[in-house]
């Protein structure tokens, strides 16, 4: 058996694993296991086809409150022209889901009958009269359910492979069977290893990370249909490693070993993979998630068989990836059931892709739909970044060989949401503001949900007029006549009416840590000996007013050290004085409190919400109006530091 020491493309190791599995005979069902027909057989993979005992219903049934009668004894019978049967040998009163006595073949409703007593008069005695008179003819088997209409004993009721919904658990047990044979759940050990890991829950020092990449694989298993187990973390030791990984392996069939395993680093994964069994892969050229290890253990170790172990990188995105690209087939596989499909659909990106040539490259994206357009926004691109996953609408991918993509391009989605979410989805690019935030959650309890993109105020009007948002929030100062917006959208959506309304005025300020060590006051001290700005993008209209206010002062930006060093939002910026990256930056004071920063206020200015009129007046946005002018909506507003809400709704233009 050859082994891969280097990056192998993605299908070469998703080959090498099955006939890998296939030599040990565990690319099959691993063992079955008969259980009570219960609610907790919801979910369980059927392990054979399922035949039904018995037929339902397994009599003749009525269907309605009534009389059983013989349909040839009604003919005849009209409104002018009545019939009267005699109960006891021509009718028989049955109640819904009574069996019909062996005589009958039909049943008339109540209601369709008047009852008579023993002199043929009507009477309100309706289950007990002596006959009955009707007035119309009832053909053979109305009103009747048949026997085995719903189910005819011997036939097929689920396949094997079958995954059980609620419904099929009510068709099982119609069917005439108390228990089910069932899939065994395959047995994950998942193993966190890394002297910096600290539990969830820990005080933090610096250097300590929260360990939570084993709650989210335990989490991915158990989506799969797998018994996932959680194990304590396990320090740097490469004994104890081994020591953790024998251990699972006595009673696990796949144990995921988060642990060092890139270039560079402690290489723990494969030196334990190649210790205790088969290193199979060592490297698989997919992006994120690069260092994967794929391995056997001994046999000799487990007596059941030879545990699968796959060394998963340790960045949170690439775990999550590796899991669901690795582990979810061979589940499937172990379970009898077909791998998860996401739905896929083709979309326009809205911004340029730059992929490694030789990586299949799994690029997260919020998705929208936009007049007839469905549109993929790329999210950040780090491994490390795991809201990325939690904000991401789809998955697409850039295969191995093709270098990236550009903006207009199409490209294949993953859907992780519905086509009905997506189509409730307002779909905003532009300058970042905690207000969006806020106001997501005031959509949500609307029916609506807001996917946005944070590309700068410039972008956003770019993205407007190449139709790929609903609207876009921009702040952008014209330094010739002191007016927000209104040039730029002129300029950027040149012939396309809009609306443009006024969201909130927030102050702009420098940013810095507490106490203000550095003891910067305003512009002029970011040329000062040891000072290291960051700075915003090209294009946020936090950069264009920084622009502006060193033009008006003849500050020279190249004086700034850190000025070409960038982040796209203002809690980005927060985030790396707060860390030490840098001592200050421009951006909004709710920014500085998130972070615990101090803040010093220099500039106010307004932040509009740019909408094209065709979307303003769609029903989509509707919601979004209503929650522009909801005082609840704006009270939690103006609890944010910096915020005057005394703009919000306020229509700045409207062509």
Partial sequence: MSV??????????????????????????????????????????????????????HYHASAMDGFALRAVSSNGAMPSAPVTLFIGSEAQYVDTGDPLPEWANAVIPIENVESLDADGQITPVIR??????????????????PLGEDIVATQLVLPAGHALRPADLGAI???????????????????????ELVPIGSKLRSGDILEYNSLVMAAQIKSMGGDPTRYPITRDDFDAICDRVLAAAQTHDLVLLNAGSSAGAEDFSSRVVQKLGTLLVHGVAVRPGHPVILGLIDKTINSKHSPLIIGVPGYPVSAALTVDIFAEPVIAKWLGRRPNELPTETAILTRKIVSPAGDDDFVRVAVGKVGDKLLAAPLSRGAGVITSLVQADGLALIPSGVQGLDAGEKVKVH???????????????????????????????????????????????????RSEAHLAGSHLLNPETGEYNISYIRQYMPNIPVKVVALVGRDQGL???????????????LTNSGVQFINRQRGAGTRVLLDYQLSLMGMSPA????????????????????????????????AAQALDLDFIPLY??????????EHAESHLLVPLFEVIADVNFQNSV??????????MGRIILED
């Avoid at 299908?11 to 027909?37: H, K, Y």
């Avoid at 047990?173 to 002297?195: D, F, M, N, Q």
């Avoid at 106010?604 to 009129?613: F, G, M, N």
């Fill in 604 to 613: 106010q200015e307004r932040y509009d919400l740019v909408i094209p009129k």
């Fill in 128 to 145: 007990q009269p002596s006959s009955i008179r009707i007035r119309a003819a009832v053909p053979p088997w109305s009103h009747v359910r």
């Fill in 4 to 57: 891969y020491l280097h990056d192998i493309p993605l299908s070469q190791a998703q080959s090498r694993l099955r006939e890998a599995l296939q030599d040990v005979n565990l690319w099959c069902v691993l063992g079955t296991e008969n259980i009570p027909l219960d609610e907790n057989a919801l979910g369980r993979i059927t392990a054979e086809p399922i035949w039904a005992e018995i037929s339902s219903p």
């Fill in 511 to 525: 940013m810095v840590r507490k106490g203000n060590p550095k003891g910067v006051r305003s512009l002029e001290d």
């Fill in 173 to 195: 047990a119609a069917s005439g069977h108390e228990t089910i044979l069932v899939s065994r759940k395959p047995k994950v050990a998942i193993l966190p290893t890394g002297t």
């Fill in 638 to 647: 103006s609890k944010l530091p910096g915020y005057d809400v005394s703009v």
């Fill in 415 to 465: 859907l992780y949401r519905s086509r009905a979410e997506i189509e409730r989805t307002i779909f905003c690019i532009g300058s970042h503001d905690l207000t969006l935030d806020l106001m997501a959650q005031f959509l949500a309890e609307r029916e609506r949900r807001l996917a946005s993109a944070n590309v700068g105020s410039q972008g956003g009007l770019v993205a407007l007029r």
């Fill in 559 to 590: 004086s700034i050290p850190g000025y070409s060093q960038e982040e796209y939002t203002h809690l980005g910026v927060a985030a790396a004085i707060a860390s030490g990256r840098a001592d200050c930056g421009l951006g909004i004071a709710a």
